[in-house]
């Protein structure tokens, strides 16, 4: 059997060395691997994709929390079902949880609900203080970086949308937004 340690941090000045420090402790012989990358989607995390290509039957990932993994039931749910279709398990360190277990596997689909529940609330709140910004006049949203003039200058001059899209370096889509509104 082998370890395969799992360690992410969401953005570049934070570091992984309390998890690979308590994941070292409690399995010295562990392959850890770090990654920095969102925490609210498995996609794109390439470190977590390549480690749960090399896990097989016996082997075991660790991660330090829950949230180091993931943060939707959708996303845990799946992951949690690629490790059981190759014969491996998951353990979190600090929750104590092991889904080689049925009580360990019951445990975790709850904290996948709360770490979702979390994560809606985040937004909420998140959504809630844009609303309040744009009432008071604070929030403009992101200002426009496309030289509207320009895109039409280049159309009346008889580019079409594809090279003006080529010329101003933007997607033609954008080009089509602005000539048709």
Do not use: H
Not at 136 to 152: M, S, T
């Amino acid at each position: 059997m082998t370890i395969f340690a799992y360690c992410r941090v969401s953005s570049l000045d934070q570091d992984t060395s309390i998890q690979e420090a308590a994941i070292s402790k409690a399995y010295p012989e562990a392959i850890i691997r770090t990654e920095k990358a969102t925490g609210t989607t498995t996609e794109g995390r390439e470190v977590l994709e390549l480690l749960l290509q090399m896990i097989k039957a016996e082997d075991k990932l660790v991660v330090w929390k829950l949230d180091r993994l993931a943060r939707n039931l959708n996303d845990l749910t799946q992951l949690v079902q690629t490790l059981e279709d190759k014969g491996a398990s998951l353990e979190i360190l600090d929750q104590k949880i092991d889904t080689n277990t049925a009580s360990g596997k019951a445990f975790l689909q709850m904290l996948g609900v709360f770490a979702e529940f979390e994560t809606n609330l985040r937004k909420e709140r998140q959504l809630a203080g844009i609303a309040k910004a744009k009432a008071e006049g604070k929030y403009r949203g992101k200002q426009a970086i496309i030289d509207i003039d320009k895109v039409k200058e280049l159309k009346a001059n008889g580019l079409g949308a594809t090279a003006i899209a080529k010329e101003m370096d933007i997607g033609r889509a954008s080009v089509y937004r602005i000539l048709n509104a």
